[in-house]
């Protein structure tokens, strides 16, 4: 599936009847993979494309893998990626 301006965005398996993201993820993927890279001084990059799971109470939700030489174990393994669809809902 592709998002909303362009994005490489799978569906799980069994969720092709979800709708597509409201809002496209390639922005806030690539500010984290350059704060990762800049974090741990070294590239980053997906290791897969982010998978879009649904539609949480308050976000979007994917999940992302992360790769690179630098990165600690922790950020190498499926993380799930929430995006607020309102900057204003962060804190909650």
Same mark, same amino acid.
């Given at each position: 599936m592709?998002?909303?301006?362009?994005?490489?965005?799978?569906?799980a398996? =069994? %969720?092709?009847? !979800?709708?597509? $993201?409201?809002?496209?993820?390639? @922005?806030?993927?690539?500010?984290? &993979?350059?704060?990762?890279?800049k974090?741990?001084? =070294? %590239?980053?990059? !997906?290791?897969? $494309?982010?998978?879009?799971?649904? @539609?949480?109470?308050?976000?979007? &939700?994917?999940?992302?893998?992360?790769?690179?030489?630098?990165?600690?174990?922790?950020?190498?393994?499926?993380?799930?990626?929430?995006?607020?669809?309102?900057?204003?809902?962060?804190?909650?």
């Amino acid at each position: 599936m592709t998002a909303e301006g362009g994005d490489d965005v799978e569906t799980a398996a =069994g %969720d092709a009847d !979800l709708p597509a $993201p409201l809002i496209p993820i390639a @922005e806030e993927i690539a500010a984290l &993979v350059a704060w990762l890279g800049k974090q741990y001084r =070294g %590239d980053v990059t !997906l290791a897969e $494309p982010a998978t879009f799971k649904g @539609e949480g109470f308050d976000s979007d &939700v994917y999940l992302v893998r992360f790769s690179g030489e630098t990165l600690p174990d922790e950020w190498r393994r499926p993380l799930v990626l929430r995006i607020k669809s309102d900057a204003d809902r962060f804190d909650e």
